[in-house]
């Protein structure tokens, strides 16, 4: 951290041929990184030293009880589905993985859009700092019957899942259960209409909703079968 004043001229030009020297290798660092991959003819390149798109990127929200049984829930963007009832998550270590390694369980939501704001507080702000988050923005939870974790009511889609593994900042959960509010239900299915999930878009750092149905899964290729 700078101090507020320097206390001589000696200590300035140290500083300031520190920051040459930092300067020099960040320089040096970006080189070596171009360097490193060749460039795809007719693209644009942006190396390997770049924010991924890898979309679509869910908001997941992951809700576990602290020490004290208080509701915790944070956002996690990477993450998805591990295996067909196993889900994975990529993290590191802060207070939602402090909890899981003492509960064994968590429950994963999908932020949506009418959730934008709250679900995007619940990833800037720790629960370190703030143990009552969830109630801060107004959301109520109810404690799952099959883990030991809260289900966040205003979620209206949410999976119930017990620790398989954590290590090295990869999380494996297996779903117990699936359960869905009736209003984003059409013929007893989950509807992505109706529960406008969001995803994260790392290209312009915004949320951006679930689109049209644009084709049919398993379908649409059977033109070329014909």
């Excluded at 908001?59 to 993450?79: F, R």
């Excluded at 402090?98 to 934008?116: C, K, M, P, Q, Y």
């Excluded at 969830?134 to 009511?153: L, M």
């Excluded at 239900?185 to 689109?211: C, E, H, N, W």
Aim: hydrophobic share 40%; charged share 20%.
């Amino acid at each position: 951290m700078k101090r507020l004043f320097y206390l001589t001229l000696a200590a300035t030009l140290c500083f300031v041929g520190c920051k040459h020297t930092e300067n020099q290798k960040t320089q040096d660092n970006t080189m070596n990184a171009k360097e490193s991959y060749n460039e795809v003819a007719g693209r644009k390149n942006f190396g390997p030293d770049h924010a991924l798109v890898t979309t679509p990127q869910p908001c997941v929200m992951i809700a576990t009880w602290d020490k004290d049984h208080t509701p915790d829930v944070m956002m996690a963007a990477w993450a998805g589905q591990y295996d067909y009832k196993q889900i994975v998550v990529s993290m590191s270590k802060h207070k939602t993985t402090e909890n899981l390694e003492r509960t064994g369980a968590f429950t994963v939501s999908f932020a949506d859009i009418r959730t934008v704001a709250e679900s995007d507080y619940f990833g800037l702000v720790s629960g370190n700092k703030v143990p009552d988050k969830v109630a801060k923005v107004g959301f109520t939870f109810t404690p799952s019957p099959n883990v030991d974790a809260p289900i966040i009511d205003q979620y209206p889609l949410t999976l119930e899942c017990k620790v398989v593994s954590w290590a090295d900042g990869i999380l494996v959960g297996e779903v117990v259960n699936m359960s869905a509010d009736e209003s984003i239900l059409t013929d007893g299915k989950v509807d992505l209409a109706k529960l406008q999930p969001i995803v994260f878009d790392a290209a312009s750092m915004t949320y951006r909703s679930i689109g049209d149905v644009v084709g049919q899964a398993w379908g649409a290729g059977k033109i070329f079968t014909e």
